[in-house]
């Protein structure tokens, strides 16, 4: 059987090449479905082909820094999490791996969601309920999450060539529907600092800890490329 492996990742890189925060960043191809069908097609090929499952998105440490928390809170290994965007799933298997059992991932490209499913079958994990969604209108059985984890789903939302202002409402609107009231939302982003982010999930759900990401120096100022922020639904 072909041991699958993973594209190698030494440093937090963000696969959404954000170049610009603010605003009125660029649309881009990558907030376009188009874009991630024919990306998750080559991924799912390679995978087919040679066993590799693909890049991970910011690296393996963001699943890290998240499990941690999860794991530093008293997460319950039964609580229900939503993996928004899952792509190929990997987060979903590091989450299995670390003992979490009631376990959701949706993507809106149908090849992405074959790919993890074929991932999740050589790894063991054909419990993991993996379905094809768009978050932006979700169906009536994605509800009642205790924990949503976002690792870059929102950021390529918010390169959508049309329509950027009313999917990034209907983000929050579909995040407030799925998840439970009091639940956690997990956001890793690189378009977006924590100050947009609290704006942007205001009303409705409170900054419970801003988790450390890889820092950078440039001109006498020190920030980050990377955010990642917990949120509870309050509303």
């Not at 690189?190 to 759900?205: D, H, M, S, V, Y």
């Amino acid at each position: 059987m072909m041991e699958p492996s993973v594209s190698d990742h030494r440093t937090e890189d963000c696969r959404l090449d954000c170049n610009e925060t603010g605003d009125d960043f660029a649309p881009s191809k990558l907030g376009t479905k188009e874009y991630w069908d024919d990306a998750y097609k080559r991924e799912l090929q390679s995978y087919k082909d040679i066993g590799d499952v693909g890049e991970i998105w910011f690296g393996e440490e963001s699943m890290d820094r998240v499990i941690r928390w999860m794991a530093a809170q008293n997460i319950s290994k039964n609580a229900s999490v939503l993996d928004i965007g899952t792509g190929n799933g990997i987060f979903l298997v590091e989450l299995a791996k670390n003992g979490y059992s009631n376990l959701t991932g949706i993507d809106y490209s149908k090849t992405a969601v074959e790919l993890t499913t074929n991932i999740l079958e050589e790894e063991g994990f054909t419990s993991i309920k993996i379905q094809v969604e768009d978050f932006l209108n979700p169906s009536k059985e994605i509800k009642s999450f205790d924990t949503c984890i976002d690792k870059g789903t929102f950021d390529a939302i918010s390169l959508s060539p049309e329509g950027r202002e009313e999917a990034k409402t209907r983000y929050v609107a579909s995040l407030r529907t799925v998840l439970q009231p009091e639940g956690f939302f997990i956001i890793t982003s690189c378009n977006w600092t924590k100050e947009q982010l609290l704006q942007i999930f205001r009303p409705g759900f409170e900054l419970v800890q801003e988790l450390p990401t890889p820092r950078f120096q440039f001109g006498g100022v020190t920030g980050n490329s990377v955010t990642a922020l917990v949120f509870k639904r309050t509303d």
